[in-house]
């Protein structure tokens, strides 16, 4: 709860936040009645940069949760940090020790590179552990600018971070990248640097770097978190286990990151650059561990009978290109950030083409079956 990021619309901790172990329990329990069904779990009791025993303990009760249902259950996420390996391998060591016992515990295994996109403009809650922080960044665009712009809340965001380094539950702020700025005298100027090399070369405050060049930008400016997880031998390393490759995170986030990317990346990168997987476990990691854990029979692998869900694909030319915001969202129009893949000659579901080469062909196989009243 203390250190939440993800709070409700007014700022306050979410109702899952302060719920005892024993509710989550009782309906993992109510689970195992219907012998059906999986369950999907998160949960982070430190920063992402910090001891190994936090999440170790997290994976451990997720690991309660599907002994208590006996269904499958995939903890999102393991997210192997270069300079932390313990905090990944203590994760992976709890999967295995309920594996042998039997218990569908899965590790859904972050395996592309993250890193976060940061605009003060957009709506960003990954300061929200931090009071004044968090204050600041609810409310609308114009509140928002207005706390932001406040010399005495900016005195206090500066003392909170000399004392403790906080925000950091993405990476020390001072690690931030300045990676795209609208105006073209400020991006000749900072543009690929970090807070912390302006605000030497500047003899200024790191949170001062970044409000100010954001203020001169339009609260426009997107900075860079620090990226976790680009080493393709701790990929291997993780799918190695019982471990679902990857994950989207979409939605809301989409304002800040783009992790679909990560089939393409998985396949381009680990496998055909590095070459630290071969293809069959990159797939078995994508398709069947995913459709297993999900319960589809019919899905999940090629073999007759199965359903002719299929990506047909050039690995050579397999590629994504940067970020791009895109502002198509309903109702207003709204904005996200996308990455647009190459490579791809088809996407097949049932039986039909449903792109060819990136180009959707307006083809929609299969019915929508809605929930009864």
Known sequence: GNISVQRDYDGTLMVSDIMPDDFYLALAKGLRK????HIQFAQASGNIDEGAEG????????????????????????????????VFRGQLAVVDEYNKRGVPLVAHALTAPLYLRCCFGEKWTFFDNVDVWREALMGSYEERIARLSDPARRQQMKQIYDQTRQPRSVGDISHFICRKISREDLRAKYQ?????????????????????????????????TPA?????????????????????????????????????????????????ITLEQAHYHLSYMPAWVAGFKDRGCIREGMAADLIIYDLEKLAVEEPEMIYDLPPNNDS??????????????????????????KAYPGKLVRCAA
Request: proline share 5%; charged share 30%.
């Open 192 to 224: 690929d640097r970090t807070a912390a090399d302006i605000a030497k070369a500047e003899d200024k405050h790191v949170i001062d770097v970044v409000l100010d060049i954001s203020a001169a930008d339009g609260w426009k400016t997107q900075w860079q």
């Open 34 to 37: 219907y012998d059906r069904g």
């Open 228 to 276: 976790f997880n680009s080493r393709p031998d701790h990929c291997r390393e993780m799918l190695a286990h019982r471990a679902v490759a990857g994950f989207s995170d979409g939605g809301a986030h989409a304002k800040f990151q783009t992790l679909g990317m990560f089939p393409t990346d998985l396949l381009s990168r680990v496998v055909r650059d590095a070459g630290a």
């Open 336 to 361: 996200r950030l996308v990455q647009r893949p190459h490579g791809y000659r088809w996407i097949m579901v049932n039986g039909e083409v449903s792109f060819e080469e990136g180009k959707d062909t």
């Open 55 to 86: 999440p170790r303990r997290d994976m451990d009760f997720a690991g309660r949760l599907a002994e208590a249902a006996n269904r499958p259950l995939i903890f999102n996420a393991v997210v192997p940090i270069e300079k932390r390996p313990d």
